[in-house]
């Protein structure tokens, strides 16, 4: 079992920096890709931004400039910092990751319950 706890989420200002984290605990054996969904209201989940084991990254062309994506191998955990935030931003942002628990278990893709990222004057 894998669970990813997220924590950073608020309410900003456009023009306004966040910074989500997400730190995957349980029987890992090793984690593959993390990242970034959001849902925006009324709107499909789309991806922000992911992060492979050695450091290559993938962005939404929405946030490319303006999001930064990173992760600490050593804590399992991901990072999102937001700079330069507008509304359109705002949406629950999603941690994802593939994970491989212990005793060979092929990766597996798991999921975070969400924080609400509001951007808003």
């Known amino acids: 079992q894998v669970q990813l706890v997220e924590s950073g989420g608020g309410l900003v200002q456009p023009g306004g920096s966040l910074r989500l984290s997400c730190a995957a605990s349980?029987?890992?054996?090793?984690?593959?890709?993390m990242g970034w969904y959001r849902q925006a209201p009324g709107k499909q989940r789309e991806l922000a931004a992911t992060?492979?084991?050695?450091?290559?990254?993938n962005y939404a062309n929405s946030v490319k400039g303006r999001f930064t994506i990173s992760r600490d191998n050593a804590r399992n955990t991901v990072y999102l910092q937001m700079n330069s935030l507008k509304p359109e931003d705002t949406a629950v942002y999603y941690c994802?990751?593939?994970?491989?628990?212990?005793?060979?278990?092929?990766?597996?893709?798991?999921w975070g319950q969400g924080t609400q990222v509001t951007v808003s004057s």
């Open positions: 992060i492979i084991s050695s450091g290559g990254t």
């Open positions: 994802y990751s593939t994970a491989r628990e212990t005793w060979g278990n092929p990766y597996t893709p798991y």
């Open positions: 349980g029987s890992i054996a090793s984690i593959n890709v």
